[in-house]
Each structure stands twice: as structure tokens, then as C-alpha cells.
């Protein structure tokens, strides 16, 4: 069983800065994309950023510029640092990963955390 955890988020005032992290565990044989997704109510999940397991990168237009994903293959860990925030960017945020785990390649969810951007 694969576990992905997430730490970081929280409020933060329009212009701010937040890093948003998350770490597989379990039995994993190798990860191929991770990324983070971002949710609002009512609204589907979208896509937010991936990063392959050889660094490609891709970017939603809207945060291009001002969100960097990274990765630490070594830690199975993904993270977003996310920089001159607006309060369009308020959502829970998930991270995803898909995991070579058990002869089976699955997608595996974070268990989101909530991003707020106030005054």
C-alpha cells in the first residue's frame, strides 16, 4: 500500500508565499509523475503542476512564473513552492503521484490540505 502525506499550506496574505509538501511511502517500486492538483467548492479538481521522474516540468497557465514544483526522487517526495499568491489561488491543494508498486502502476492521492489567500 502506498501513502501519500502532505504538509504545508495555511493562510497567508495576497502577495505571499507558501511551500507545499508531500512524501510517498509504502511499497513502492518506482514513481513516474507526481504533481499537484487544487480544488474550490463546486468545482472539479484541476490541474495545477507535474514533474516527470527526469525533471520535465509542466505549468497551468495561470501559475505559470509564479509556482516552481520540485522533486526528491530520493525521498519520493514532490513539493510546490508557490509565490505572489492571489486570492484566486484559495483551494485545497492535493498532490499526486503515480506509483510502480506491486506490479501495478496507480494513481495515489494526497490527502489535500487548504490554501487561503486573505487579507
Known amino acids: 500500500q502506498v501513502q501519500l502525506v502532505q504538509s504545508g499550506g495555511g493562510m497567508v496574505q495576497p502577495g505571499g508565499s507558501l511551500r507545499l509538501s508531500c512524501a510517498a511511502s509504502?511499497?513502492?517500486?518506482?514513481?513516474?509523475?507526481m504533481g499537484w492538483y487544487r480544488q474550490t467548492p463546486g468545482k472539479q479538481r484541476e490541474l495545477v503542476s507535474t514533474i516527470t521522474s527526469g525533471g520535465d516540468t509542466s505549468y497551468a497557465d495561470s501559475v505559470k512564473v509564479l509556482f516552481t514544483v520540485s522533486r526528491d526522487n530520493a525521498k519520493n517526495s514532490v513539493y510546490l513552492q508557490m509565490s505572489s499568491l492571489k486570492p484566486e489561488d484559495t483551494a485545497v491543494y492535493y498532490c499526486y503521484a503515480n506509483v510502480h508498486s506491486r506490479g501495478n502502476w496507480r494513481a495515489n492521492w494526497g490527502q489535500g490540505t487548504q490554501v487561503t489567500v486573505s487579507s
Open positions: 509504502g511499497s513502492i517500486l518506482s514513481i513516474g509523475v
